[in-house]
Nanobody, 125 residues
Framework: QVQLVESGGGLVQAGGSLRLSCAASGRTFSNYVMGWFRQAPGKEREFVASISRNGGSTYYTDSVKGRFTVSRDNAKSTVSLQMNSLKPEDTAVYYC??????????????????WGQGTQVTVSS
């Protein structure tokens, strides 16, 4: 089992920044691909970003490229999502997730075995 706890969400004006963090406990953190997903009201959960086990490879959905940066610290068992130039359409509950996948990274929701409880991000216009 892997337990994931997100933090750092909040209310920010458009153009502002937030940094989300996710602390993991349980099994060896470096064995897992880590991902960030988000879910807006009335919409399906969607992939945002992922990072490989050693942090050497990252992948982003097109809508956040150039604005968001995912990183991880395997020594501290944490993964972060730096979000800059936020837009109202970024408003959602953000989830971190862990995947015991053989792939370098994965965008598929079903590939992720463990999920955090989510943290709300609200961007006002």
């Amino acid at each position: 089992q892997v337990q994931l706890v997100e933090s750092g969400g909040g209310l920010v004006q458009a153009g502002g920044s937030l940094r989300l963090s996710c602390a993991a406990s349980g099994r060896t953190f470096s064995n897992y691909v880590m991902g960030w997903f988000r879910q807006a009201p009335g919409k399906e959960r969607e992939f945002v970003a992922s990072i490989s086990r050693n942090g050497g490879s990252t992948y982003y959905t097109d809508s956040v490229k150039g604005r968001f940066t995912v990183s991880r610290d395997n020594a501290k068992s944490t993964v972060s999502l730096q979000m800059n130039s936020l837009k109202p359409e970024d408003t959602a509950v953000y989830y971190c997730a862990a995947a015991a996948s053989p792939l370098l990274t994965t965008t598929r929701t079903l590939s992720y075995n463990y999920w955090g409880q989510g943290t709300q991000v609200t961007v006002s216009s």
